[in-house]
T-cell receptor
Framework: NAGVTQTPKFQVLKTGQSMTLQCAQDMNHNSMYWYRQDPGMGLRLIYYSASEGTTDKGEVPNGYNVSRLNKREFSLRLESAAPSQTSVYFC???????????FGDGTRLSIL | QQQVKQSPQSLIVQKGGISIINCAYENTAFDYFPWYQQFPGKGPALLIAIRPDVSEKKEGRFTISFNKSAKQFSLHIMDSQPGDSATYFCAPAGAGSYQLTFGKGTKLSVIP
């Protein structure tokens, strides 16, 4: 049972490049989330999907787009990467009837 | 507006000692009060959580104390061990939303 799987684990981009971060969960969870973690800032919610077919903005959505491809997969896209988007990105999933949120191990993204 | 204030930012405790981390919140709609534990290179994982209908919950060496009137809750780690060295986050959530609002984290170091 893999839980929440994020790919890639590491990535280096140049300013202006685009990239999609992938997330998949095998727990049949309804809700999925994307966070970013910066030193001293805790985790901040970028976007979430309460159920398949729906997405909503979180606290820091600017510069990002998301796609809930199906119940298992929730991707995060950076259309034109900026150095301020250098961060560790975490995906999480949740079954509405069974907390807590389960997190992946993150994607470490550096933008030069 | 910072909805969740966590203290201290860092904590050094001797093996066998008691570690105490505090979290103050402003949103009275929060009704789920978890603590997450994060090891380097890993995603956060739920450690212990409490609902507002009880004032204390204990699981092994970990205890949550909840003070609804003061809008505060705390994590106590008894008999702290080097393996407890990690970053701890409080992350309260509101009724029905399951959207976590993370504190900025406390880095705990337990020294032998």
């Amino acid at each position: 049972n893999a839980g929440v799987t994020q790919t890639p684990k590491f990535q280096v981009l140049k300013t202006g490049q685009s990239m999609t971060l992938q997330c998949a969960q095998d727990m049949n969870h309804n809700s999925m989330y994307w966070y970013r973690q910066d030193p001293g800032m805790g985790l901040r919610l970028i976007y979430y999907s309460a159920s398949e077919g729906t997405t909503d903005k979180g606290e820091v959505p600017n510069g990002y787009n998301v796609s809930r491809l199906n119940k298992r997969e929730f991707s995060l896209r950076l259309e034109s990467a900026a150095p301020s988007q250098t961060s560790v990105y975490f995906c999480a999933s949740l079954s509405l009837s069974n907390q807590p949120q389960h997190f992946g191990d993150g994607t470490r993204l550096s933008i030069l | 507006q910072q909805q969740v204030k966590q203290s201290p930012q860092s904590l050094i405790v001797q093996k066998g000692g008691i570690s105490i981390i505090n979290c103050a919140y402003e949103n009275t709609a929060f009704d789920y009060f978890p603590w997450y534990q994060q090891f380097p290179g890993k995603g956060p994982a739920l450690l212990i959580a409490i609902r507002p209908d009880v004032s204390e919950k204990k699981e092994g060496r970990f205890t949550i104390s909840f003070n609804k009137s003061a809008k505060q809750f705390s994590l106590h780690i008894m008999d702290s061990q080097p393996g407890d060295s990690a970053t701890y986050f409080c992350a309260p959530a509101g009724a029905g939303s399951y959207q976590l609002t993370f504190g900025k984290g406390t880095k705990l170091s337990v020294i032998p």
